[in-house]
């Protein structure tokens, strides 16, 4: 009964695959040849790339489109002017 368990254990873990590595976006938004060609796998079977690898490639995208976000604008913007600063 040992021999039995051992090997069905055995089986159990043997059957388990590694996940694949996942490329990240901004290693991705860094080379268009490598993203274009994730962007088509993930296209054509997102199940078989996996959904945190495709997730990272519109990521990516975006990344190349939009750039990395806007700067803050640290000093006020005064959107309407007051009479009350010229002392009116």
Same mark, same amino acid.
């Given at each position: ?6 090997? &069905?254990?055995?089986?159990v #873990? ?10 990240? !976006?901004?290693?991705? *938004?860094?080379?268009?040849?490598? &993203?274009?060609?994730?962007? #088509?796998?993930c ?8 959904? !945190?690898?495709?997730? *990272? ?5 975006r ?9 803050y ?16």
């Amino acid at each position: 009964m040992k021999k039995m368990s051992l090997l &069905l254990t055995a089986m159990v #873990l043997g059957a388990c695959e590694k996940p694949m590595p996942v490329e990240s !976006a901004e290693t991705l *938004a860094e080379n268009p040849k490598r &993203l274009d060609e994730l962007r #088509l796998q993930c296209r054509d079977d997102q199940a078989k790339l996996g959904e !945190a690898q495709c997730n *990272a490639v519109g990521h990516a995208q975006r990344i190349r489109f939009m750039g990395k976000g806007t700067p803050y604008t640290p000093y006020p913007v005064k959107l309407f002017h007051s009479g009350a600063e010229d002392g009116r």
